[in-house]
């Protein structure tokens, strides 16, 4: 299975809404792995001022905002 990273935190309503936009794009066709930065140091001082971020095969996707057609793109290949 394919997986796709969200970077995310507690409390932050973009993130929330990406989440739920994104999870009918992908049901069944990739796993979803949201990852809260104010887990991991690293997480945190890269996509602090940054989230919601999504993640492909270790590339940025899309921030702040789904981009359905990046998504798309993903699922086709």
């Not at 009918?24 to 971020?53: C, K, Q, S, Y």
């Amino acid at each position: 299975m394919r997986f796709l990273q969200v970077y995310s935190r507690k409390g932050c309503h973009l993130c929330e809404n990406l989440i739920d936009e994104l999870l009918p794009l992908i049901d069944g066709r990739l796993e979803l792995e949201v990852r809260d930065i104010d887990t991991n140091a690293e997480w945190h001082e890269r996509w602090f001022m940054d989230i919601p971020v999504v993640e492909y095969e270790g590339r940025m996707v899309c921030m702040h905002f789904l981009d359905q057609d990046a998504i798309t793109g993903i699922l086709r290949g």
